[in-house]
């Protein structure tokens, strides 16, 4: 990496993690870019060339945390997790309760109904980028149908599990999305 790439990644992990401090103090509505600058210690010509305003740093954050997630989930494909999605469950869940407290939140910025959005749009490309699995499902247009219908589904019932509609512990949860998923999957196949 050149020394102007290390500087580049150095001021937006600044400019990250300032924002990241400021979100234990105050809401985010209340933040300033004056305020974030002092903070990472750059200059607004800095900020400006990283980040278009305040929100964009915090998608960042947030496209960071579906980075991991990637990470985490990057050596199995999406129909080697057909047979076991629950390790991709349990992490879903576990997501959302570190966002469900405020005083638990997930780098303190990630409301629930930000993270179930990015959640939906991050199955649904990790489902679609098993090509093995699209070709099973009848191809690209049938597959996205079912990927939009599983994360649809998926963070429905995640929300509702949120908003305390029902009371159960993650593993549970996690466990019956498993078994619908395993059991309801196999009827998207394409039987010729």
């Known amino acids: 990496m050149s020394t102007n790439n290390r500087m580049v990644e150095k001021s937006k992990k600044a400019i990250k ?3 990241l401090d400021i979100m234990y103090e105050k809401d ?13 210690n750059v200059s607004r010509g800095t900020f400006y060339a990283h980040f278009s305003n305040l929100e964009d740093v915090r998608q960042q954050l947030i496209n960071d945390l579906f980075e991991h997630a990637d990470y985490l989930f990057g050596d199995y494909t999406a129909s080697e997790l057909e047979k076991d999605p629950y390790p991709i469950m349990l992490m879903a869940a576990d997501m959302m309760i570190a966002s469900r407290d ?3 939140r ?3 910025f990630v409301n629930v109904y930000d993270l179930g959005i990015n959640l939906k749009t991050w ?5 679609l980028s098993d090509k093995e699995l699209v070709e099973r499902w009848g191809g690209e247009e049938a597959a996205t149908i079912y990927a939009r219908f599983i ?7 995640y929300n509702l599990w949120i908003l305390e509609d029902f009371d159960v512990t993650a593993e ?12 309801g999957l ?6 010729e």
């Open 151 to 157: 994360s649809g589904g998926v963070m429905h019932a």
């Open 123 to 127: 199955l649904t490309k990790y489902i």
């Open 172 to 183: 549970v949860l996690a466990k019956a999305l498993c078994n619908i998923l395993v059991n």
């Open 17 to 19: 993690d300032a924002l």
């Open 186 to 191: 196999k009827a998207f196949e394409v039987k």
């Open 106 to 108: 997930l780098f303190k």
């Open 102 to 104: 405020p005083a638990k």
């Open 28 to 40: 985010f509505k209340q933040i300033t870019v004056n305020e974030l600058l002092k903070r990472a």
